[in-house]
T-cell receptor, first 114, second 111 residues
Framework: GAVVSQHPSRVICKSGTSVKIECRSLDFQATTMFWYRQFPKQSLMLMATSNEGSKATYEQGVEKDKFLINHASLTLSTLTVTSAHPEDSSFYIC??????????FGPGTRLLVL | AQSVTQPDIHITVSEGASLELRCNYSYGATPYLFWYVQSPGQGLQLLLKYFSGDTLVQGIKGFEAEFKRSQSSFNLRKPSVHWSDAAEYFC?????????FGTGTRLTVIP
């Protein structure tokens, strides 16, 4: 149990376009999901906390208008990178809170903006 | 302030040898502690977690970790490393809504 999926696993896009990444909890309901960004050989940086049915909470320094988060159901959260630029290229990982204490992570999405 | 320190950036061990990855934390309340493993290009897999009770916790893949409150540590151990254990290991402290990660320890396993 506690499986989280992400789609797509890898995406390449042109600068200026928007990219949507989906995060799904497959076998449990998650009122809270999280979006992280990971730079090469570094740890995870929390970008935002997504709560079902309400606005996401963004960490300091994360542009909410650039990284749009929608958590429309208890099993799905989406991250849309709007007007992507090469500096947005990164590894994006989502997680879902199955219980109050534990996050389960998706396999990640590699974004490359040309 | 909450923080997690993994002092070893990179560790190399021989296959079959024992392993210990260090983790020290700073947390204002009773911590929830986690170890995750990340293979290249993959997400994070939960190895084990500590909430309360027995300070020695068993996880998947033969890993265990010991919580030592007096040392603010939660070191990960494995008695005999397998080549498939080569990965990045992250220690984390907090809970479902406030998880703080260490910078990770990269484990290389040599034949």
């Amino acid at each position: 149990g506690a499986v989280v999926s992400q789609h797509p696993s890898r995406v390449i896009c042109k600068s200026g376009t928007s990219v949507k990444i989906e995060c799904r909890s497959l076998d449990f309901q998650a009122t809270t999901m999280f979006w992280y960004r990971q730079f090469p050989k570094q740890s995870l940086m929390l970008m935002a906390t997504s709560n079902e049915g309400s606005k996401a909470t963004y960490e300091q320094g994360v542009e909410k208008d650039k990284f749009l988060i929608n958590h429309a159901s208890l099993t799905l959260s989406t991250l849309t990178v709007t007007s992507a630029h090469p500096e947005d290229s990164s590894f994006y990982i989502c997680s879902a809170a199955r219980t109050r204490e534990t996050q389960y992570f998706g396999p990640g999405t590699r974004l490359l903006v040309l | 302030a909450q923080s997690v320190t993994q002092p070893d950036i990179h560790i190399t061990v021989s296959e079959g040898a024992s392993l210990e990855l260090r983790c020290n934390y700073s947390y204002g309340a009773t911590p929830y502690l986690f170890w995750y493993v990340q293979s290249p290009g993959q997400g994070l897999q939960l190895l084990l977690k500590y909430f309360s009770g027995d300070t020695l916790v068993q996880g998947i893949k033969g890993f265990e970790a010991e919580f030592k409150r007096s040392q603010s540590s939660f070191n990960l151990r494995k008695p005999s490393v397998h080549w498939s254990d080569a990965a990045e290991y992250f220690c984390a402290v907090g809970g479902a809504n406030n998880l703080f990660f260490g910078t990770g320890t990269r484990l290389t396993v040599i034949p």
